[in-house]
């Protein structure tokens, strides 16, 4: 009996498994356990492509991962200070969310919303809110945008479309520029033989001839041109020339500032096209910019992370150069928005509505795709480019 009893304190202080030793240690072990757990969460969180953000019962943010900085415009210690309503207006989508979500303690989702939040415009978000289970109310925000996807689809969607306009808009311009010389060879023929008083009316036919012509030559601007080269070009060199034409011409009396990532790779392409593809934002942002104050903003960046898949077996799109055209004019109207690549389209009395939808096409046949936003009270056209690969 005497060793039964001695050796009840060695169990007592000993370290096995399910023993009454193992009772003090075991809380501490489980906060360990659950810290460990929330350590692991938090780098799962900041690792993810979407924007995270964690609210508490009265909305006040309590964890936002890296990508949720660049959703709102802010960093993560001055978001984490600051409620919902601070970043959303109180109408916006979220907060209905939100408010779904406490309700059936289930996970509700917007697949396409549209947010305005304090600095900027978000046409196309995925908006997912889920609680957490804690008992507190809290709810996991999950925010996918969505707006290069859509321009892509909508490219893609049109270009069956697109290639038919191509191939009438060569015909159209082959058959009237045929006539069109005729008629202003024989023109010409009858000015040389007319009297003083019709001398003029013959004249005449040829300016409108001429008129026509140049029409034409705009029209055709639309067929399909193959893209013989595909040089490893330079983007900067290409925004270098851009830049000089602007500030000796329809930008002179502007602010042009540059913010370039020098170690961009090439983009493959061919110069020419992409000249003329910035000349035209440039051109547009200048005429939106106001005349006191007016700046343009030069923007260039390697995402290395944009890479969609496209339909009808094209495969991978992946498009890591980032070009950014900005002014500080008044915007777009809500209207036009959805249509501001389509031919036709202006804001401006005089506009042909040709510009930006010669450059969608320059862009396409380049194999990028540009799109439009509101960021901070400026107006942002990106292009995203494939980059040289290989020597």
């Known amino acids: 009996m005497a060793l039964t009893a001695a050796s009840a304190p060695r169990e007592r ?45 009265d909305n006040a943010i309590r964890f936002a991962n890296p990508a949720a900085e660049n959703l709102l415009r802010s960093s993560r210690k001055a978001i984490c200070r600051r409620t919902l309503a601070q970043y959303f207006p109180e109408d916006s989508p979220v907060f209905s969310l939100l408010q779904q979500a406490r309700e059936t303690g289930s996970t509700v989702a917007d697949s396409d919303a549209s947010l305005e939040s304090r600095q900027r415009a978000i046409p196309h978000v995925a908006v997912h809110a889920s609680p957490v289970g804690d008992g507190a109310g809290s709810i996991v925000l999950s925010f996918r945008e969505q707006s290069i996807v859509h321009q892509i689809d909508r490219q893609l969607s049109h270009r069956s479309a697109a290639r038919s306009v191509s191939a009438m808009a060569a015909l159209l311009a082959h058959e009237i520029r045929n006539p069109l010389s005729g008629i202003k060879g024989a023109a010409q023929l009858l000015e040389s033989a007319a009297s003083a008083e019709d001398r003029p009316l013959a004249s005449l036919i040829c300016e409108e001839a001429d008129r026509l012509n140049a029409l034409v030559d705009r029209f055709e601007i639309f067929a399909d041109r193959p893209l013989v080269r595909r040089d490893g070009v330079n983007i900067h060199e290409v925004l270098g020339r851009v830049r000089r034409t602007a500030e000796y011409g329809f930008a002179k009396s502007l602010r042009i500032v540059e913010d370039y990532d020098p170690s961009l790779p090439p983009v493959p392409g061919d110069r020419d096209r992409l000249v003329q593809v910035f000349l035209n934002l440039v051109k547009n942002a200048a005429e939106a910019a106001p005349d006191r104050d007016g700046e343009i903003r030069l923007r260039t960046a390697y995402r290395a992370g944009v890479r969609i898949t496209a339909p009808a077996g094209d495969g991978a799109i992946r498009l890591p150069i980032v070009v950014s055209v900005e002014d500080n004019g008044p915007g777009i109207p809500g209207e036009l928005r959805n249509h501001l690549f389509d031919p036709f389209v202006t804001t401006k009395s005089a506009g042909s509505g040709l510009g930006l939808a010669l450059v969608a096409k320059l862009v396409e046949e380049l194999g990028g795709v540009v799109e439009f936003d509101r960021d901070n009270g400026r107006t942002v056209f990106q292009v995203r480019l494939p980059a040289q690969e290989g020597p």
């Open 13 to 57: 202080t000993g370290a096995g498994t399910g023993t009454p030793a193992d009772a003090p240690d075991a809380p501490k072990d489980r906060a360990e356990d659950r810290a460990e757990s929330w350590a692991d969460g938090r780098a799962c969180l900041n690792a993810l492509a979407d924007a995270i953000l964690v609210v508490d019962r």
